[in-house]
Protein backbone atom coordinates (compact mmCIF):
# COMPACT_ATOMS: atom_id res chain seq x y z
CA UNK A 1 0.00 0.00 0.00
CA UNK A 2 1.01 3.84 -0.79
CA UNK A 3 0.39 5.43 2.67
CA UNK A 4 0.13 9.46 2.89
CA UNK A 5 0.89 10.29 6.67
CA UNK A 6 0.49 13.47 7.42
CA UNK A 7 2.41 15.53 10.37
CA UNK A 8 5.25 12.57 9.75
CA UNK A 9 7.92 14.31 12.04
CA UNK A 10 5.48 14.31 14.89
CA UNK A 11 4.82 12.15 17.81
CA UNK A 12 2.25 9.64 16.82
CA UNK A 13 2.82 10.23 13.18
CA UNK A 14 6.30 9.42 12.94
CA UNK A 15 6.07 6.15 15.16
CA UNK A 16 3.10 5.39 12.88
CA UNK A 17 5.81 5.92 9.93
CA UNK A 18 8.04 3.36 11.24
CA UNK A 19 5.45 1.08 11.79
CA UNK A 20 4.31 1.43 7.94
CA UNK A 21 7.45 1.14 6.62
CA UNK A 22 8.07 -2.24 9.26
CA UNK A 23 4.76 -3.77 7.52
CA UNK A 24 6.38 -3.52 4.33
CA UNK A 25 4.31 -0.27 2.76
CA UNK A 26 5.08 2.70 0.96
CA UNK A 27 4.98 6.00 2.45
CA UNK A 28 5.10 9.65 1.72
CA UNK A 29 5.41 11.89 4.46
CA UNK A 30 4.44 15.69 5.02
CA UNK A 31 5.08 17.88 7.96
CA UNK A 32 5.58 21.59 7.81
CA UNK A 33 7.61 21.59 11.08
CA UNK A 34 5.15 24.02 13.02
CA UNK A 35 7.52 25.73 15.81
CA UNK A 36 5.43 24.54 18.24
CA UNK A 37 8.50 22.54 19.76
CA UNK A 38 12.09 22.22 18.25
CA UNK A 39 12.33 21.09 14.65
CA UNK A 40 15.04 18.87 15.36
CA UNK A 41 13.20 16.84 17.64
CA UNK A 42 10.77 16.06 15.32
CA UNK A 43 14.44 15.48 12.93
CA UNK A 44 15.34 13.05 15.68
CA UNK A 45 11.61 11.15 15.22
CA UNK A 46 12.07 10.85 11.55
CA UNK A 47 15.97 9.86 11.18
CA UNK A 48 15.04 6.11 10.87
CA UNK A 49 12.94 6.44 8.04
CA UNK A 50 14.60 8.94 5.97
CA UNK A 51 17.00 6.30 5.77
CA UNK A 52 14.65 3.77 4.49
CA UNK A 53 14.40 3.03 0.97
CA UNK A 54 10.23 3.11 0.76
CA UNK A 55 10.02 6.66 2.59
CA UNK A 56 9.66 9.69 0.60
CA UNK A 57 9.80 12.73 2.59
CA UNK A 58 7.65 16.45 1.50
CA UNK A 59 8.19 19.44 3.68
CA UNK A 60 4.96 21.22 3.01
CA UNK A 61 1.83 22.85 4.93
CA UNK A 62 -1.33 21.75 4.12
CA UNK A 63 -2.92 25.19 4.77
CA UNK A 64 -1.07 26.67 1.96
CA UNK A 65 0.43 24.11 -0.12
CA UNK A 66 -0.90 22.79 -3.53
CA UNK A 67 -2.54 18.86 -2.59
CA UNK A 68 -3.20 17.03 -5.38
CA UNK A 69 0.89 15.79 -6.12
CA UNK A 70 0.99 14.87 -2.50
CA UNK A 71 -2.32 12.17 -3.27
CA UNK A 72 -0.82 11.07 -6.33
CA UNK A 73 -0.61 7.32 -6.32
CA UNK A 74 -2.36 7.19 -2.43
CA UNK A 75 -4.29 4.40 -1.40
CA UNK A 76 -4.40 5.74 2.26
CA UNK A 77 -4.25 8.96 4.60
CA UNK A 78 -3.39 8.85 8.21
CA UNK A 79 -3.84 12.42 9.23
CA UNK A 80 -1.94 13.75 12.10
CA UNK A 81 -1.09 17.16 11.12
CA UNK A 82 -2.19 19.46 14.04
CA UNK A 83 -1.93 22.29 16.05
CA UNK A 84 -1.36 20.24 19.49
CA UNK A 85 -1.95 21.56 22.63
CA UNK A 86 -4.88 21.99 24.69
CA UNK A 87 -3.88 24.65 27.57
CA UNK A 88 -1.93 26.71 24.83
CA UNK A 89 -5.06 27.33 22.13
CA UNK A 90 -6.78 30.51 24.05
CA UNK A 91 -6.47 33.95 23.25
CA UNK A 92 -4.07 34.93 19.81
CA UNK A 93 -2.65 31.68 19.03
CA UNK A 94 -6.50 30.21 18.71
CA UNK A 95 -5.58 31.42 14.75
CA UNK A 96 -3.30 28.78 14.40
CA UNK A 97 -5.52 25.90 15.43
CA UNK A 98 -8.15 27.50 13.08
CA UNK A 99 -6.06 27.43 10.24
CA UNK A 100 -3.89 23.97 10.71
CA UNK A 101 -6.71 22.51 12.24
CA UNK A 102 -9.70 23.13 10.62
CA UNK A 103 -8.69 24.91 7.17
CA UNK A 104 -5.55 22.21 6.88
CA UNK A 105 -7.93 19.42 7.28
CA UNK A 106 -10.51 20.87 4.90
CA UNK A 107 -8.00 20.83 1.98
CA UNK A 108 -6.87 17.52 2.65
CA UNK A 109 -10.27 16.25 2.53
CA UNK A 110 -10.92 18.39 -0.59
CA UNK A 111 -7.76 17.29 -2.43
CA UNK A 112 -8.99 13.73 -1.73
CA UNK A 113 -12.59 13.76 -3.33
CA UNK A 114 -10.75 12.70 -6.88
CA UNK A 115 -9.49 9.57 -5.76
CA UNK A 116 -10.94 8.74 -2.33
CA UNK A 117 -8.53 7.30 -0.35
CA UNK A 118 -9.01 5.81 2.66
CA UNK A 119 -8.65 8.41 5.12
CA UNK A 120 -8.21 8.24 9.19
CA UNK A 121 -8.40 11.79 10.89
CA UNK A 122 -6.63 12.05 14.56
CA UNK A 123 -9.56 13.31 16.79
CA UNK A 124 -9.07 13.78 20.59
CA UNK A 125 -10.75 13.24 23.85
CA UNK A 126 -10.51 16.63 24.40
CA UNK A 127 -13.81 16.98 21.98
CA UNK A 128 -15.81 15.77 25.24
CA UNK A 129 -15.10 18.42 27.38
CA UNK A 130 -16.02 17.60 31.03
CA UNK A 131 -18.05 14.33 29.67
CA UNK A 132 -21.30 13.27 32.07
CA UNK A 133 -20.36 9.68 31.66
CA UNK A 134 -17.38 7.46 32.47
CA UNK A 135 -16.59 5.55 30.40
CA UNK A 136 -17.56 7.77 27.70
CA UNK A 137 -19.84 6.33 24.65
CA UNK A 138 -18.95 7.99 21.03
CA UNK A 139 -22.40 9.06 21.22
CA UNK A 140 -22.18 11.34 24.02
CA UNK A 141 -23.07 15.02 22.98
CA UNK A 142 -19.40 16.47 23.01
CA UNK A 143 -19.07 19.81 24.60
CA UNK A 144 -15.56 20.80 24.39
CA UNK A 145 -14.10 23.31 26.88
CA UNK A 146 -11.18 24.10 25.20
CA UNK A 147 -10.17 25.87 21.70
CA UNK A 148 -8.23 23.13 20.65
CA UNK A 149 -11.61 20.59 21.23
CA UNK A 150 -13.35 22.94 18.85
CA UNK A 151 -11.21 22.74 16.43
CA UNK A 152 -10.56 18.79 16.34
CA UNK A 153 -14.37 18.70 16.58
CA UNK A 154 -14.38 20.76 13.58
CA UNK A 155 -12.03 18.67 12.00
CA UNK A 156 -14.36 15.40 12.73
CA UNK A 157 -17.23 16.40 11.22
CA UNK A 158 -15.79 17.66 8.08
CA UNK A 159 -14.75 14.00 7.91
CA UNK A 160 -17.82 12.44 7.99
CA UNK A 161 -19.21 15.34 5.99
CA UNK A 162 -16.83 14.08 3.04
CA UNK A 163 -17.29 10.62 3.46
CA UNK A 164 -21.47 11.73 3.16
CA UNK A 165 -21.01 14.11 0.47
CA UNK A 166 -17.93 13.19 -1.61
CA UNK A 167 -17.84 9.25 -0.82
CA UNK A 168 -14.32 9.99 0.80
CA UNK A 169 -14.27 6.56 3.46
CA UNK A 170 -13.13 8.84 6.13
CA UNK A 171 -12.64 7.75 10.06
CA UNK A 172 -12.08 9.61 13.04
CA UNK A 173 -9.99 8.27 15.91
CA UNK A 174 -10.53 9.76 19.34
CA UNK A 175 -6.77 9.05 20.98
CA UNK A 176 -6.52 9.54 24.82
CA UNK A 177 -4.04 11.17 26.16
CA UNK A 178 -1.18 9.07 24.36
CA UNK A 179 2.21 8.54 25.82
CA UNK A 180 4.99 6.59 24.69
CA UNK A 181 8.30 7.60 23.25
CA UNK A 182 8.62 10.62 21.00
CA UNK A 183 6.35 11.79 22.84
CA UNK A 184 5.46 15.86 22.76
CA UNK A 185 7.92 17.51 25.11
CA UNK A 186 4.62 19.86 26.51
CA UNK A 187 3.24 16.87 27.57
CA UNK A 188 2.26 15.42 31.09
CA UNK A 189 4.92 12.70 30.89
CA UNK A 190 7.42 13.71 28.87
CA UNK A 191 7.72 16.58 31.13
CA UNK A 192 7.48 15.03 34.76
CA UNK A 193 9.91 12.54 33.76
CA UNK A 194 12.45 14.69 32.06
CA UNK A 195 12.29 17.03 35.24
CA UNK A 196 12.59 14.30 37.26
CA UNK A 197 15.71 12.45 35.48
CA UNK A 198 17.39 15.93 35.34
CA UNK A 199 16.81 16.19 39.33
CA UNK A 200 14.08 18.90 38.73
CA UNK A 201 10.51 19.61 41.10
CA UNK A 202 8.09 18.51 38.33
CA UNK A 203 5.47 20.69 38.07
CA UNK A 204 1.35 19.09 38.95
CA UNK A 205 -1.37 21.23 37.90
CA UNK A 206 -4.70 21.42 40.08
CA UNK A 207 -4.71 18.95 42.89
CA UNK A 208 -3.04 15.61 40.91
CA UNK A 209 -6.25 13.91 41.15
CA UNK A 210 -7.46 14.26 37.63
CA UNK A 211 -7.66 11.31 35.62
CA UNK A 212 -7.04 10.33 32.31
CA UNK A 213 -7.11 7.23 30.21
CA UNK A 214 -3.73 7.64 29.38
CA UNK A 215 -3.02 5.54 25.79
CA UNK A 216 0.31 4.00 24.72
CA UNK A 217 1.59 5.27 21.22
CA UNK A 218 1.80 1.69 20.21
CA UNK A 219 -1.88 0.87 20.66
CA UNK A 220 -2.98 4.22 19.13
CA UNK A 221 -0.76 3.36 15.95
CA UNK A 222 -2.32 0.18 15.92
CA UNK A 223 -6.08 1.11 15.85
CA UNK A 224 -4.74 3.65 13.37
CA UNK A 225 -3.77 0.37 10.77
CA UNK A 226 -7.02 -1.78 11.83
CA UNK A 227 -8.92 1.73 10.56
CA UNK A 228 -7.05 1.54 7.40
CA UNK A 229 -8.90 -2.08 6.65
CA UNK A 230 -11.90 -2.57 8.92
CA UNK A 231 -12.94 0.89 9.99
CA UNK A 232 -16.57 1.97 8.87
CA UNK A 233 -16.77 5.46 6.35
CA UNK A 234 -17.75 8.20 8.08
CA UNK A 235 -17.75 6.94 11.60
CA UNK A 236 -15.72 7.92 14.73
CA UNK A 237 -14.41 5.30 17.49
CA UNK A 238 -12.83 5.92 20.59
CA UNK A 239 -9.32 4.72 21.59
CA UNK A 240 -8.21 4.55 25.24
CA UNK A 241 -5.40 3.00 27.06
CA UNK A 242 -7.86 0.76 29.16
CA UNK A 243 -7.18 2.30 32.81
CA UNK A 244 -8.64 5.58 33.99
CA UNK A 245 -5.52 6.81 36.37
CA UNK A 246 -4.73 10.35 38.25
CA UNK A 247 -1.50 11.97 37.64
CA UNK A 248 -0.63 11.54 41.46
CA UNK A 249 -0.80 7.68 40.71
CA UNK A 250 1.68 8.06 37.61
CA UNK A 251 3.75 10.12 39.67
CA UNK A 252 4.38 7.43 42.08
CA UNK A 253 4.68 5.21 39.26
CA UNK A 254 7.56 7.25 38.04
CA UNK A 255 9.07 7.23 41.33
CA UNK A 256 9.14 3.41 41.46
CA UNK A 257 10.29 2.48 38.17
CA UNK A 258 13.35 4.90 38.52
CA UNK A 259 13.86 4.21 42.51
CA UNK A 260 13.67 7.59 43.86
CA UNK A 261 10.85 9.22 44.88
CA UNK A 262 9.23 12.08 42.45
CA UNK A 263 9.62 16.00 43.82
CA UNK A 264 6.26 17.81 43.19
CA UNK A 265 5.66 21.61 43.01
CA UNK A 266 2.03 22.39 42.37
CA UNK A 267 0.62 24.86 39.98
CA UNK A 268 -2.82 26.04 39.51
CA UNK A 269 -5.53 24.67 37.07
CA UNK A 270 -4.88 25.39 33.54
CA UNK A 271 -7.83 26.62 32.11
CA UNK A 272 -9.13 23.88 29.28
CA UNK A 273 -8.06 21.40 31.02
CA UNK A 274 -10.68 18.51 31.82
CA UNK A 275 -11.10 16.95 34.64
CA UNK A 276 -11.53 13.21 33.62
CA UNK A 277 -11.66 10.86 30.59
CA UNK A 278 -12.10 7.43 30.15
CA UNK A 279 -13.02 6.15 27.31
CA UNK A 280 -15.71 3.34 26.34
CA UNK A 281 -13.76 1.63 23.89
CA UNK A 282 -16.86 -1.39 22.86
CA UNK A 283 -17.23 -0.37 19.03
CA UNK A 284 -13.23 -0.12 18.84
CA UNK A 285 -13.37 -3.10 19.76
CA UNK A 286 -16.36 -4.98 17.58
CA UNK A 287 -15.78 -2.98 14.24
CA UNK A 288 -11.79 -2.71 14.12
CA UNK A 289 -11.07 -5.78 16.29
CA UNK A 290 -8.54 -3.25 18.60
CA UNK A 291 -8.32 -3.12 22.24
CA UNK A 292 -5.39 -1.61 23.81
CA UNK A 293 -2.51 -4.13 24.66
CA UNK A 294 0.12 -1.95 26.24
CA UNK A 295 -0.38 -1.26 30.21
CA UNK A 296 0.77 1.59 31.62
CA UNK A 297 3.66 0.57 33.83
CA UNK A 298 5.12 -1.11 30.77
CA UNK A 299 4.71 1.96 28.47
CA UNK A 300 6.07 4.54 31.47
CA UNK A 301 8.74 2.53 31.51
CA UNK A 302 9.60 2.58 27.63
CA UNK A 303 8.96 6.63 27.68
CA UNK A 304 11.44 6.48 30.45
CA UNK A 305 13.90 4.78 28.71
CA UNK A 306 13.81 6.91 25.77
CA UNK A 307 13.87 10.38 27.39
CA UNK A 308 17.34 8.55 29.23
CA UNK A 309 18.33 8.00 26.08
CA UNK A 310 17.34 11.20 24.67
CA UNK A 311 19.31 13.16 27.94
CA UNK A 312 22.03 11.03 27.71
CA UNK A 313 22.71 11.87 23.65
CA UNK A 314 22.04 15.76 24.21
CA UNK A 315 25.18 15.82 26.73
CA UNK A 316 27.13 13.46 24.50
C1 LIG B 1 -3.48 15.42 25.60
C2 LIG B 1 -2.82 16.01 24.34
O1 LIG B 1 -1.92 17.03 24.69
C3 LIG B 1 -3.80 16.54 23.36
O2 LIG B 1 -3.13 16.87 22.15
C4 LIG B 1 -4.85 15.49 23.12
O3 LIG B 1 -5.75 15.90 22.19
C5 LIG B 1 -5.51 15.14 24.42
O4 LIG B 1 -4.52 14.56 25.25
C6 LIG B 1 -6.65 14.19 24.29
O5 LIG B 1 -6.64 13.12 24.88
O6 LIG B 1 -7.60 14.52 23.63
P1 LIG B 1 -3.89 16.26 28.05
O7 LIG B 1 -4.87 15.27 28.54
O8 LIG B 1 -3.95 17.64 28.59
O9 LIG B 1 -3.97 16.44 26.46
O10 LIG B 1 -2.46 15.58 28.24
P2 LIG B 1 -1.18 15.88 29.15
O11 LIG B 1 -0.45 17.09 28.67
O12 LIG B 1 -0.41 14.62 29.19
O13 LIG B 1 -1.78 16.24 30.58
C7 LIG B 1 -2.38 15.28 31.43
C8 LIG B 1 -2.71 15.92 32.76
O14 LIG B 1 -1.48 16.28 33.42
C9 LIG B 1 -3.53 17.21 32.68
O15 LIG B 1 -4.49 17.25 33.69
C10 LIG B 1 -2.51 18.30 32.89
O16 LIG B 1 -3.02 19.47 33.48
C11 LIG B 1 -1.52 17.64 33.81
N1 LIG B 1 -0.16 18.23 33.70
C12 LIG B 1 0.42 18.40 32.49
C13 LIG B 1 0.49 18.58 34.84
O17 LIG B 1 -0.02 18.44 35.97
N2 LIG B 1 1.76 19.10 34.73
C14 LIG B 1 2.38 19.28 33.54
O18 LIG B 1 3.54 19.74 33.51
C15 LIG B 1 1.70 18.91 32.37
Given at each position: MQVLVTGAAGFIGSNAVDALLARGDRVRGVDAFLDYYPRAVKERNLRAARAHPAFEFVEADLVTAELAPLLDGVDAVLHFAAQAGVRASWGRDFRIYADVNVLGTQRLLEACTARRPRFVYSSSSSIYGDAPDLPTVETTLPRPVSPYGVTK?????????????????????????????????????????????????????????QTRDFTYVGDAVAANLLAIERGSA?????????????????????????????????????????????????LARAELGWRPATALREGLAAEIEWLRGEIAAARA
Amino acid sequence: MQVLVTGAAGFIGSNAVDALLARGDRVRGVDAFLDYYPRAVKERNLRAARAHPAFEFVEADLVTAELAPLLDGVDAVLHFAAQAGVRASWGRDFRIYADVNVLGTQRLLEACTARRPRFVYSSSSSIYGDAPDLPTVETTLPRPVSPYGVTKLAGEHLCRLYAQSAGVPTVSLRYFTVYGPRQRPDMAFHRFVRSHLEGRAVTVYDDGLQTRDFTYVGDAVAANLLAIERGSAGSVYNVGGGSRVSVNDVLGMIGELTGRPVEVRREERQRGDVRDTHASTELARAELGWRPATALREGLAAEIEWLRGEIAAARA
